[in-house]
């Protein structure tokens, strides 16, 4: 078997290993399906009546902004996963298995694709029902929003990925992964239009990753002026899939090798 197959192979196995572990720890679905629809009805029903967004109800403004963020986080359970795979010692088991190394870090990440195409399902529904519509969007655009989102979710499946092969325990990936990406997705266009924001804030959130993307998906579902926003964004998921995964796949060698 060539090595690219093998690859390919031990890749499926552990991606369908990763998946399996989900109908055993239910609790893992709860960023992916209660959380998002918490976050929803929180801001378009306690804040939406303060939060002005000219041209569009908060919720057609609000939806393409959480959806990012949701999606953001999915790759917390990769971070989970590796940290108490690294603490067990099964990562040392993995090493004396002919099997592909590189497969470990690929498998945990590409079931987070699977995962996230879940918890769009998930957000569209609660989108929905709460008014959410893509305002004259064609079919096109709105797949090449679902498919920026998927991308951008691979992406922070890396950074977390590189959180976990860091952290001591799955609690610590846990809190170092959301203390460092709740400042960012708030200090976004995500919630709220950058331009409401005081000086130093406003310019930080035009530059912040989050506000690229979720104006992109704004501009893709709702119509609005597209800039430079929807190839920025995904210039912005191939470029922090490039550092996070060199800086995972060499933190992954630096592990396995001890």
């Known amino acids: 078997m060539s090595s690219l197959a093998l690859t390919l192979s031990d890749t499926l196995v552990l991606a369908r290993r990763n998946l399996m572990r989900i109908p055993r720890q239910p609790d893992l679905l709860i960023a992916y399906t209660i959380q998002p629809v918490m976050f929803v009805l929180l801001f378009v029903y306690v804040f939406g009546g303060a939060i002005r967004t000219p041209g569009f109800d908060y919720v057609d403004f609000l ?23 690294v603490q ?16 470990v870090l690929i498998g945990r990440t590409f079931s987070d694709v699977v995962l996230n195409c879940l918890s769009l399902v998930v957000l569209f529904a609660v989108g929905f029902a709460a008014g959410f519509n893509f305002v004259d969007a064609s079919a096109g655009e709105i797949a090449l929003g679902i498919l920026l989102l998927l991308l951008l979710g691979y992406a922070f499946s890396w950074v ?65 002026p597209a800039n430079t926003d929807v190839w920025m964004a995904f210039v912005w998921c191939f470029v922090l899939t490039a550092i996070f995964a060199s800086l995972a796949v060499a933190r992954y060698r630096t592990v396995a090798a001890k």
Do not use: C, H, Y
């Open 63 to 85: 939806m393409p902004g959480i959806i990012v963020q949701s999606i953001a986080f999915g790759g917390f359970v990769t971070a989970l996963g590796l940290s108490e795979d």
């Open 88 to 103: 067990k010692g099964l990562i040392d088991r993995f090493r004396s298995l002919p099997m592909s190394r590189a497969a």
């Open 160 to 224: 977390f990925a590189l959180v976990g092969l860091f952290s001591s325990s799955p609690e610590t990936a846990n809190s170092i992964g959301f203390t460092l990406l709740f400042p960012l997705t708030f200090a976004s266009s995500v919630f709220v239009p950058a331009n409401t924001m005081p000086d130093g804030l406003r310019q930080f959130a035009e530059v912040n990753p989050f506000t690229t993307v979720s104006d992109a998906m704004r501009s893709l579902w709702l119509g609005t």
